[in-house]
């Protein structure tokens, strides 16, 4: 018997790049929705303004939205009513009358300078708040410098909500009772997350108990909008807040809410539905027809490669010991990879590509990375400027951050990136892994001779991304050379343009930067009072990537720290596929570089159980230095042996179901396409239906019987 939720398809129209299977799922479920022909919207006559309400169609009910506070709920065609907004969170003012618009309603609010629209699309209700532009407000309500805030909606507090799902990472989905998450030890009260950068897609949700129903919000204007979690009487709620700033190009707010079939992906089924409707949602196999080398990432495992493990005798020893796919990467050193080991990791089958960064300058003689080093002016003339002149600072608070807008200016007459990417390619790398682009930490940019919104900062960088994805960066020379790219913890704005991405399968919980950089309790300019992760030595297998850490190897007055923060990042029971059930078959999405396979020992087979229930690759760090080289690639191989072919078969395939088998949530079960792929992970310790704990079974679809892998028998600790 199947305990939790029900399996959520991938219901709603879909423009592109939708297999057939998933789109009769969504005509079947339009169907049974009865609400087929309002789909894209329905005629205005079905919008009713009453007593300062206005309802609005959607699928599976109708929405009502009262102007004066902007609370909303939803009757359900079974004759519930589900809460989706508790009243914003501070006064609005006194709101006009509704009146009807052309495709719904809309009224204004004089003393705060905000024009509201709403209407029905795709079967969801949205919403459209409208700020005076930063300058020339009517009122403010909240911030500084005249900006208008809104903090709305505010989520998870019907009395039936039962857990809240959000995608830090890959996605989790919290109880909203769960002591854990209410207490300090959650981290997570109080936190405020970036719809644009710290979360990987503008989109979360909450389910009812017994898993009745649900509710999916998605701010396609993630720009500026942040959401942060409060515990009220031991329940987790979860509001937006959006700032309106001309500056910023944040000056619209839209929210699309959904009632959802209650399974915990749901609202990235309805997200992944919202992009596709869009035309903005990418397709691997689509990729791959546009650059064939882009198929070498199915079934791959990732590695950074540091010292001999760049050379053909360590490739050799990778392809004797069965490792069939791998991307390759390595770092920008003075020991880079050469056109020999590349074509020698070519012979095996694999993809090879230099690390490198657009965002950070510093001056030559500050012994900077290879990166940050840029001819000419640029640094400083590139450097992103803040409101009050200053540079601003860059990673590490090194050098500065520099101007995408800058970049663009220039790049027709002065090609400083293309100039950078062929230097580095000239080995002849098919693959390119662009550091911080894809991870949605945006600027605006003050300089006269470059300003930039953060908005406009994100089609820069859009923009340059594709440049190396099609091989038009290369195109001053004559030549067309695609690579195969990745970037750092992609946000969903990036689906379209990127093969990969290295960090966006990781949950991050802010304290990892504590144990990563050694400062628990004090600042970075003071020494670490923690050096439990390690540093940067010994040269060609640094510390902080190769040595395995476990949590009772911190300082006792940290260890407690680190076990809530491992908990939150790995507990399965909290974890869901999120990211994977919205761009699986997009892009590939692995975990942060800097956290490989074997650098937490404690969590080795629970992070190999969830790569190969979420059919998502597992990275790792490669030395002939590291002094467990030898069972780092045992490792490797026996793993990936396992996940190539499950990869190589649903890689290119959406995921289209996620359940819990078992009320505790530690049985699990995804399948990908229409049953192309079937994976049961059992992440206990007990039997459940023939599965040990600690194992997994996958069934491929055309192959007689299931596949099992217990990491236990294969990985040390």
Not at 51 to 60: A, I, M, N, Y
Request: aromatic residues 8%.
């Amino acid at each position: 018997m199947h305990i939790g939720t029900p399996t959520s398809s991938l219901a709603g129209p879909a423009r592109r790049h939708v297999p057939r299977a998933v789109l009769a799922l969504a005509v079947a479920t339009a169907l049974l929705s009865g609400t087929a022909a309002s789909a894209t919207g329905g005629p205005t006559s079905r919008v009713r303004i009453h007593d300062g309400r206005v309802d609005v169609p959607v699928r599976g009910g109708t929405a009502s939205i009262d102007a004066a506070t902007l609370r909303a709920e939803a009757r359900t065609g079974d004759g519930r009513t589900v809460l989706l907004s508790a009243p914003a969170a501070q006064g609005l003012g006194k709101p006009s009358d509704p009146v009807r618009t052309a495709d719904g309603a809309g009224w204004s609010y004089p003393e705060n300078g905000l024009r509201a629209e709403v209407r029905a699309d795709h079967g969801r209700l949205l919403v459209t708040l409208t700020g005076t532009p930063t300058g020339t407000p009517t009122g403010t309500l909240a911030g500084t410098g005249g900006d208008t805030t809104v903090r709305w909606p505010v989520t998870a507090t019907d009395p039936a909500a039962a857990a809240i799902q959000f995608p830090r990472g890959e996605g989790l989905s919290v109880p909203v009772d769960d002591p854990f998450w209410n207490s300090s030890d959650g981290a997570l009260v109080g936190e405020e997350q970036e719809l644009s950068s710290q979360l990987s897609m503008p989109m979360w949700g909450y389910t009812l108990r017994a898993g009745r129903a649900g509710v999916s919000y998605i701010v396609p204007t993630d720009i500026g909008t942040s959401l942060t979690f409060a515990s009220q009487d031991g329940r987790l709620r979860a509001t937006a807040e959006h700032g309106f700033a001309a500056g910023n190009g944040t000056g619209a707010y839209t929210v699309a809410f959904s009632l959802t079939d209650g399974s915990p992906v749901a609202p990235a089924v309805d997200y992944r539905n919202w992009l596709a409707e869009h035309g903005q949602l990418g397709a691997l196999s689509e990729k791959i027809k546009q650059n064939p080398q882009t198929a070498k990432l199915l079934g791959a495992f990732h590695a950074y490669a540091w010292g001999g493990a760049r050379r053909p005798a360590y490739l050799d020893r990778l392809r004797e010991l069965g490792v069939s796919r791998l991307w390759l990467g390595y770092d920008s050193d003075d020991s880079p990879m050469t056109g020999e080991d590349v074509r020698a990791a070519e012979a095996a089958g694999y993809l090879v590509g230099p690390y490198d960064s657009f965002a950070n300058g510093q001056e030559k003689m500050d012994d900077p990375s290879p990166n940050s080093v840029w001819p000419d002016d640029v640094y400083p003339r590139f450097c992103v400027l803040r409101a009050d002149g200053t540079p601003q600072p860059g990673f590490r608070k090194k050098g500065c951050y520099l101007s995408s807008q800058a970049f663009e200016q220039a790049e027709p007459l002065r090609h400083y990136l293309a100039d950078r990417t062929r230097s580095l390619v000239a080995n002849g790398a098919d693959s390119y892994f662009l550091d911080v682009d894809a991870a949605g930490e945006l600027f605006r940019d003050f300089d006269p001779g470059h300003p930039m919104t953060m908005d406009e900062d994100r089609a820069n960088r859009l923009a340059r991304m594709r440049r190396l994805t099609d091989g038009s960066y290369d195109a001053s020379t004559g030549r067309h050379a695609p690579l195969v790219l990745g970037s750092e913890s992609a946000g969903s704005w990036a689906n379209e343009v990127l093969a990969f991405d290295h960090g966006s399968g990781t949950p991050v919980d802010g304290r990892l930067w504590a144990m990563e950089t050694g400062h628990f309790d004090n600042g970075p300019q003071d020494p670490k009072d923690d050096g439990a992760w390690g540093g940067y030595t010994p040269e060609q297998a640094a510390a902080t990537f190769f040595k395995p850490v476990r949590t009772t190897d911190f300082k006792p007055e940290h260890q407690a720290r680190v076990a809530a923060a491992l908990k939150a990042m790995y507990d399965p029971r909290y974890r869901v596929p999120l990211y994977e059930t919205a761009l699986h078959g997009s892009l590939v999405n692995v975990e942060r570089w800097e956290l490989p396979f074997g650098k937490l020992p404690e969590q080795k087979t629970t992070r190999a159980l969830l790569a190969m229930l979420y059919n998502t690759p597992l990275n790792f760090v490669l030395s002939d230095r590291d002094p467990r080289d030898a069972q780092n690639l045992r490792e490797l191989a026996s793993l990936q042996q396992y996940f190539g072919p499950l990869h190589q078969a649903a890689g290119t395939q959406p995921l289209t179901s996620f359940r819990w088998l078992t009320g505790d949530h530690l049985v699990q079960r995804t399948v990908f396409g229409d049953g192309t792929l079937t994976v049961t992970a059992n992440f206990g310790t007990t039997v459940h239906d023939g599965l040990p704990g600690g194992c997994v079974d996958a069934a491929l679809r055309g192959r007689p019987g299931t596949q099992r892998l217990c990491p236990g028998d294969v990985v040390s600790g």
